[in-house]
């Protein structure tokens, strides 16, 4: 069946301006997570959904990063005011009701700031 | 705070050798460990676990407590081996979602 997909894959813009990232989950997954990776570095988690909503933000890492899942299924990593420091893969993954330690990964976003 | 220390950024063996990736964590409580691995151009995905016990692709991996590590090995390295792994561990019960990753091995099996 189809995998967690994310888009866009790539994403290029300048510094200061607004970015949108969208995750799209296997069907039927109800837990829904954010990771960010650094280039060198293993995923960071950022964000926890269960639902609609969000159950553990402890990773997001200012007030400029904030991140919705409306209907409990897509959700949306919004970065405003980007920063150079805020180049990194952004990783998203889902996982089955009771089943949180094993999450499916999508192929992640890469977003590169000017 | 957990933490997963991966201490070899490289690991370059010959096909048929035996590989051992290593990884140390630091967990205040009873962690679950995984490997997670990703080839050239495809997605992160779940290699083991250490409360499967299973064996796949060859590779196992033992939980030791006593020297909170959970080192990775195969017996006979395949050149489809190569990829990017990473040891992750989990706390247990209501915070076992937050995966916290070690830096990586680059794996690299020479023909």
């Known amino acids: 069946g189809a995998g967690v997909s994310q888009t866009p894959s790539n994403k290029v813009t300048e510094k200061g301006k607004y970015v949108e990232l969208r995750c799209d989950p296997i069907s039927g997954h109800t837990a829904l997570y954010w990771y960010r990776q650094s280039l060198g570095q293993g995923p960071e988690f950022l964000i926890y959904?269960?639902?609609?909503?969000?159950?553990?933000d402890s990773g997001l890492p200012n007030d400029r990063f904030f991140a919705v899942r409306p209907e409990g299924s897509v959700s949306t990593l919004k970065i405003q005011r980007t920063e150079r420091g805020d180049s990194a893969v952004y990783l998203c993954?889902?996982?089955?009701?009771?089943?949180?330690?094993?999450?499916?990964f999508g192929p992640g976003t890469r977003l590169l700031v000017l | 705070a957990q933490r997963v220390t991966q201490p070899e950024k490289l690991l370059s063996v010959f096909k048929g050798a035996p590989v051992e990736l290593k990884c140390n964590y630091s967990y205040s409580g009873s962690p679950e460990l995984f490997w997670y691995v990703q080839y050239s151009r495809q997605r992160l995905q779940l290699l083991l676990r250490h409360i499967s016990r299973e064996s796949i692709k060859g590779f196992t991996a033992d939980l030791n407590k006593g020297e909170t590590s959970f080192h990775l090995k195969k017996p006979f390295a395949q050149e489809e081996d190569s990829a990017m792994y990473y040891c992750?561990?989990?706390?247990?019960?209501?915070?076992?979602?937050?995966?916290?990753f070690g830096k990586g091995t680059l794996l690299t099996v020479n023909p």
């Open positions: 993954a889902s996982s089955l009701p009771g089943a949180q330690e094993t999450q499916y």
């Open positions: 992750a561990l989990s706390g247990s019960g209501g915070s076992n979602y937050k995966l916290t």
């Open positions: 959904f269960q639902g609609t909503g969000a159950a553990d």
